[in-house]
Structures are given as C-alpha cells and as structure tokens.
C-alpha cells in the first residue's frame, strides 16, 4: 500500500467513531512547531460558529469511542476565516500526546458552545488595559489584541508575556509584528499596541517573574507607565494558577475590582486555563 492510500485509509479509521452530538469535525489547515513544549494549529471554522473574542472553546480528537476533550483558549480574532490555538505540549497528557501529533488535513473536534471571562464586555473602558500572561497564556490575548473592539475601549493596550526561555517568546514576536502589518487593524495598533516580554530561566534583556516586576516597578518603568490605578487601567489575567492568584492579588491591592459578563468591571481571570 503506498503512502497516500495509507494515510487516507487511515483517515477514513480515525473517523470510524461517531462525531458527538454538539460537536464540529474540522480540518487542520496548518500547524507550527516553535519548541518541544509549545506549538500552534489552524482548523477550519465551521459556517455556524460564532464567538466572542478571548472566549474559550472545548476541542478533542476523533481518536476514541469517548473523545478527551479540553478547554482551550482561540487565539484568532472573531473575524477570522479560521479558527487559531497555541498549545503546550504535555508527554502523557489525554489529549495532547495525541494533539501535538497533528498534521495537515487531519481532523479537529470543537464543542459548538465557547465562552470565557477573558471578553471586553467583562471590563468598564479606561485609559490602558494590561493583558498579563504567562506561557500558553497568550491564546486569548492573541485574539483580543487583533479585535477592533479592543481598541475602541481602550487607548493604550500592553501585552506582557513570561516565559522560561527566549525561544518560548516566539510565538509573541510573531504575533505582535503580524498584527501591526495587518491590513484590517494595523493602523490602530500604532502607538497604542506595546509588548512587553521577561524570561525566568534564560538569560534576557528583561527577567524575572511578571508578579515580581509589578511589585518592584520594573514593569511600569520599563513601560513609561505608573502602577495600576482604578481610574486609569483595566487588567486581563490568564496563566499559570501562581500566577493568576498573585497577579489577581496584587489587582485588588491596587484597588481593583473583579468583573464579569454580567457585572463589568477593573479586571478579569481567566480560570478555565490549564497550561
């Protein structure tokens, strides 16, 4: 059997198991690796799907009687003709030993529902909004950062992303670059779309922990910016669970409130997020 008819016999295989009911097949159209850890894939977007951007959706694979699905943040904008996620790799992890596998062609189970705290409808506008992250943490930024919305609502937006390595780091750069030469956006982003990146393991320009850098000021330094204030800055908070807890403590320190879809306010935490 040659390679074609093997991989299209297998294809046909993998989806021998039924497609649960609330549930979309879709194609991977692209997948990038950016280190043994961390990789990003591309499916197709179902006609029907809609959502909001910074939301989360559950994904599995077609690949047991009983898919293992996990809830992951999109990180494309809810314009997109494809819908986006960015990944860590976990060995023995149910579904993503399987996912990280991917290729091309192959196909992706997404739950029909998304939601999230992560929207700009959880936050009242104000001057600067601080999307912190740690990690794989990025996805939903990623979306928002490319949403005109964002830029309605907000003057100044700061992305900070923390890392162990440099490398881990990439996937960032990319985006940051991407979105500033977007056609769609690109213009809003100019003199109002600032990234801010740390490592905590290999040796940078700027390192150390984001919850370290907001206590000691190097964050607001580096930045031009004064510690977070109620009047003027708004935060989004998705990560690690250290992270969420610390950067959510040092929030209400500074006197501000935790929002909601159905009571907006100062900031938000993402606590779907594993990674």
Sequence with gaps: MNAAVSNAAEAVQTLEFPIPAGVYAESVVSVKHYTDR?????????????????????????????PVFRAYS?????????????????PDGPLTQHLQKIQPGDTVLMRQKS??????????????????????????????????????????????????????????EELIAATREDPLIGELTEGRLHHFTSTTRQTSPVMGRIT???????????????????????VMICGSMDMLKDV???????????GSNAEPADFVVERAFVG
């Design 115 to 172: 939601t999230g705290t992560l929207v700009n409808d959880a936050l009242t506008p104000a001057k600067r909004l601080y999307m912190i992250s740690t990690g794989t943490g990025i996805a939903p930024f990623a979306s928002l950062i490319r949403d005109p919305d964002t830029y309605d609502k907000f003057d100044q937006i700061i992305l900070t992303h923390t890392c162990r390595d440099l490398a881990e780091l990439k996937y960032g």
């Design 74 to 90: 999109i990180a494309s904008p809810n314009w997109d003709e494809e819908v986006e996620f960015f990944s860590i790799k976990v």
């Design 248 to 258: 959510k403590a040092l929030a209400e320190k500074a006197g501000l409130k935790e």
């Design 212 to 234: 370290t850098l907001i206590e000691n000021g190097g964050l607001f330094q580096a930045l031009g910016t004064e510690p977070f204030d109620r009047e003027n800055d708004r």
């Design 38 to 66: 961390l990789f990003s894939f591309r499916i197709t977007r179902p006609q029907s799907f809609r959502f909001r951007s910074g939301e989360f959706v559950m994904i599995g694979l077609p690949n047991a009687q009983k």
